[in-house]
């Protein structure tokens, strides 16, 4: 999400919290806006082992408390007055400098925590106007990419699955118009509570897949999980769900026929059907 990697280097102008940023600044400067005289600021916070620490202060702890209006509060979070999208990509820079990484088998910088970086527009009064939450979720641990880390990595992992478990069931909660949604069951359902809830607030989720024929599995589950997020939203339609044997076949004849067709490709393109 922040960019593209070269090395250990992130581009974080390319990535789509440049783009939002982006948008929004040029949003501002028009007609329809200019005249909201809106204030522009950012916070950035990581949630890891269960803890919130706070990005852009020196990854200082921070507490989760609902108020008597049963809003979820990040207490003393900082926010970074930003004046365009330079000093946006700054606060991101700064903040993704002492977010918590880590080397598994599977990727040799792999995030150990998930990141929440925030865009809030206020009022020259400081009344909350809007906030754009962008979320970046750590991957799903599975046991065979964590199996020669050590005791540390593994609890890492085991709490970033259990964190993602109780939002993927926050997700079918709310899709199903459940009558008790579990936003208290881990502290990243916690903190996007707002995210999710109120008639004004939409919701996108970005999946990102392997293209290999090892990764079919994987690659349906993220699927799976993605799904349930088109349903949410006043408007939203329920999509049929994906069959486990017919889509887990399918896709495993994709990728063996373009393997095939293509012996010499260790990696195969796939595009999932509407």
């Known amino acids: 999400m922040g960019g593209d990697f070269t090395g250990k280097d992130q581009n974080f102008s390319a990535g789509i919290y440049a783009m939002a940023a982006k948008d929004i600044f040029d949003l501002l400067r028009s007609q329809q806006y200019s ?13 890891y082992g269960g803890k919130v620490f706070d990005l852009l202060a020196k990854r200082a702890k921070r507490r989760v408390l609902e108020d008597g209006n049963n809003v979820v509060n990040v207490v003393d979070l900082k926010e970074t007055p930003v004046l365009s999208v330079a000093s946006v990509l700054n606060a991101i820079k700064d903040g993704s400098a002492v977010r918590t990484s880590g080397q598994t088998s599977a990727n040799a910088h792999s995030s150990r925590s998930h990141a929440v970086f925030q865009i809030i527009l206020r009022s020259a009064r400081g009344k909350l106007h809007g906030k754009f939450s962008l979320i970046d979720l750590a991957g799903n641990e599975r046991g065979a990419d964590t199996s020669s880390a050590n005791r540390a990595t593994r609890l890492e992992g085991a709490e970033i699955n259990k964190s993602l478990l109780s939002l993927k069931e926050c997700i079918r909660a709310m899709s199903t118009n459940a009558g008790h949604i579990p936003f208290r069951a881990s502290k990243l359902t916690q903190v996007l509570r707002d995210s999710f809830i109120g008639d004004k607030a939409r919701t996108c989720m970005i999946a990102t897949l392997a293209p290999g024929q090892n990764s079919v599995e994987c690659t349906l589950n993220t699927l799976r999980y993605a799904d349930r997020v088109k349903e949410l939203g006043p ?5 049929p769900p994906l069959e486990n044997n017919n889509d887990l076949a399918y896709l495993h004849q994709s990728l063996r026929s373009q393997g095939e067709e293509e012996e010499n490709q260790e990696m195969y393109n796939f595009s999932p059907s509407s």
């Open 35 to 47: 005249q909201l005289d809106l204030k522009v600021s950012c916070s950035f916070f990581e949630i």
């Open 235 to 239: 408007d939203a339609q329920a999509a």
